[in-house]
């Protein structure tokens, strides 16, 4: 029986949705921009990369001709340079937004078509019974920030308050998303994950999609830096993904990085989260070695997304890029005669563009395997398409939205 690897490059978009001059985003592009900046030499950093964007086996696959069916054009160094050896297109998003809880859902077969709760982008952002309900509830002095902002950039700021004071670091973005920042050892880890349980429920009746655990390390006098014990809480998908139709089969699900947190750790399986894209590769890798017949290894990558999208840092996301493409073998090497592996992506996170937050963009869709033909399977109307062929690839019944390529 087959079995079916799904990796998510987080927030690797390549060119902007149909739609995406109403988010604000026409013209963004993930891929496209770091490809041209790589070669404008705005991707050179000492130390770590230099030159044109280089991504030769995911090239092969036909990435940069996705892109092309995404925007037009080839990003620069990406055209193949002999025979695709995979299945190759774009995806647009249906769900309204551009975070990563609809972006995953729509994949597994369950688009968000109620649009999610947003804070406002003044000062303070969150309403004022949401904070006291917060502070009340979660035995708080108060909260600090409670405003849109990235994530690095208010820590420095607030981090030394937050130890003299106890309090927490509340802040937004464009999102659907309530972030909390504490201090692991000052405020203690254990309390962050509970006070953002309480503001999950909070939140609830705001539609906001994400409350976000951020926990940090370090002092004022040598500065902070953020740890890998975040934990997202997430709201329940609102109908039967594809992991839940193969749990109510009976079926092996192996969730790898924040998949689990997600979907709300519902019908996930065995649930992995190392920190850091390699070693989330590693174990989505060895998991998929042991995997049983029938059976899905479900893969996040959300360094692309968290440490370079976010910062705006071209050089680093480049290199990111350059790390998994060199993977690509050792994905190959664990694919068996009937295994389909699918490479895709939630929405984009252009490093080049204004502010730092996601940006909304079609999405490249790589599909391979021992016995998967290669070739143009087009523009997909809706990222569902992907949940609805690893479906069918795995011998499940049609799910409630999209349809296999």
Known sequence: MPRALLIVLDSVGIGGAPDAESYGDSGSDTLGHIAESCVAGRGDRAGLRAGPLRLPNLTALGLGLAARGATGRIPPNLAPTGPVTGAYGHAAETAA????????WEM????????????????????????????????????????HAAGTAIIEEHGAEHIRTGRPICYTSA??????????EHFGLERLYETCRVARDLCDAYRVGRVIARPFVGAPETGFRRTANRRDYAVEPPGETLLNRLAGQGRAVVSVGKIGDIFAHRATGREIKPA???????????????????????LNLVDFDTEHGHRRDVPGYAAELEAFDARLPDIHAVLRADDLCVVTADHGNDPTWTGTEHTREQVPILAFGPGIAPGPIGARPTFADIGATVARHLGLAPLGAGQAW
């Open 97 to 104: 937004g551009k975070d990563t809880p609809s972006g995953h």
């Open 108 to 147: 597994a077969g369950v688009p968000v078509r109620e649009p999610w709760g947003h804070f406002p982008d003044t000062v303070p952002a969150f309403p004022r019974t949401l904070v006291e309900d917060l502070v009340a509830q979660a035995g708080l002095p108060g909260i600090l920030g409670d405003r």
């Open 175 to 184: 999102d659907s998303v309530f972030q909390i920042a504490a201090h692991e």
């Open 276 to 298: 850091g894209n390699a070693a989330c590769l590693d174990a989505a890798l060895a998991a998929f070695r042991d995997l049983p017949d029938g059976g899905l290894v479900f």
